[in-house]
């Protein structure tokens, strides 16, 4: 065996591994992470009742390979332009939990934006029925169809607003995400283009959310904005998204509060964050056992899945399989959901540990 078939041996063990291996993911936005044979379906249906102008330049633009921060969001907006139906939002709800299912996620913390839109009859509190019902459709053909893994997976909401939004629009989904608690909903992210806006404007609404006892989470240094970071760390939400453009006193600040951090590599790689592999926070973040979780962000968007974001994490920082076990065990302690959900996902780690040491 050549030393190349060998290296290709291992990567292709490696991958399996972390396929098996039970997981949590707790960074994955709905619309960024459709099929993409899903979004061109949909460009299709939509191109033939005439609702987009273009279908060759979506085609393009849904199969584009490389993308920076900035063509990414034009993506989500093309996404968000063939996603304006509730049976389209039903369906790529479910699909997306399906595919979280077959590569073995057991814990799932879905987070998306609610939207209104006037033409098709939909508001923010139907757009979230449309997602739920997504999320009871999945449970009902895993468990049909008998695709389920051993431990099944579990799936919570949480409700991002975007950075395009306004104080009171942001008021209104901290307001749904409170009615909706019974039905899963576990918490607020604030995500959007970091360079549009100013956080500052869903302050009032990101402390509602924590007076009332919803989780906080939110994107943190996507960007070089120190002032915003410094403000976000001030705020000490539950957890940061991302965290990797920050300044070297704010990395000593973060390294004390210790807010666990969501790394999500091919992400932060795609959208330059982050220049190389060499050069990410997860080597630092890992070496001081800074509590972090890794999460895809956008599976679709960024052709990835979590299996392969373990995979990255065991080749580029020298994991070993007992070192990704301990990750993904530890990711139950960040989760937003209920403490009996945290315990039953603690007896899975505990039930399978003996098959990984
Ligand atoms: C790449 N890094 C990122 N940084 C910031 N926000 C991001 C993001 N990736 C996704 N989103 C946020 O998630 C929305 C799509 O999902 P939903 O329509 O909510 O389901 C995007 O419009 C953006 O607001
Ligand atoms: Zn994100």
Known sequence: MSSNQAQHRAREILVRYCKRLPKIELHAHLNGSIRDSTLLELAQEHDQRGTISSYPNVREIILKEDRSLQECFKLFDVIHVLTTDHSFIT?????????????NVVYLELRTTPKSNVLTGMT???????????ITKANLVLCENHQLHAHGIQV????????????????ETVKLA????????????????????????FLPALTYARQC???????????????????????????????????????????NLRIPVEVCFTSNLRTGCVKSICDHHFAWLYKTHYPLVICTDDRGVFSTNLSSEYAI?????????????????????????????????????????????
Not at 124 to 134: F, H, T
Not at 156 to 171: F, G, N, V, Y
Request: charged share 30%; aromatic share 8%; net charge negative.
């Open 178 to 201: 409170l009615e909706m608690k019974s039905h899963g909903v576990v918490g607020i992210d604030l995500s959007g283009n970091p360079v549009t806006g100013n956080w500052k404007t």
């Open 213 to 255: 006892g919803l989780p906080v989470t939110l994107h943190c240094g996507e960007v070089h904005n120190p002032d915003e970071v410094e403000e976000m760390l001030a705020f000490h939400p539950d957890r940061l998204g991302h965290a990797c453009v920050l300044q070297e006193s704010q990395w000593e600040r973060l390294h």
């Open 313 to 357: 994490a065991a080749t580029s920082f020298d994991l070993s399989e007992h070192d990704l076990f301990e990750l993904a065990k530890n990711a139950t302690r960040f989760i937003f959901a209920e403490e009996p959900l945290k315990r039953h996902l603690d007896r899975i780690f505990a039930g399978v540990e003996p098959n990984y040491r």
């Open 91 to 103: 369906r790529i709800t479910k699909e997306v939990i399906e595919d979280f299912a077959a590569e």
């Open 124 to 134: 923010k509190r139907s757009y979230v029925e449309a997602v739920l019902a997504g």
């Open 156 to 171: 919570r909401l949480l409700l991002s607003i975007d950075r395009r939004e306004t104080t009171d629009q942001a008021i």
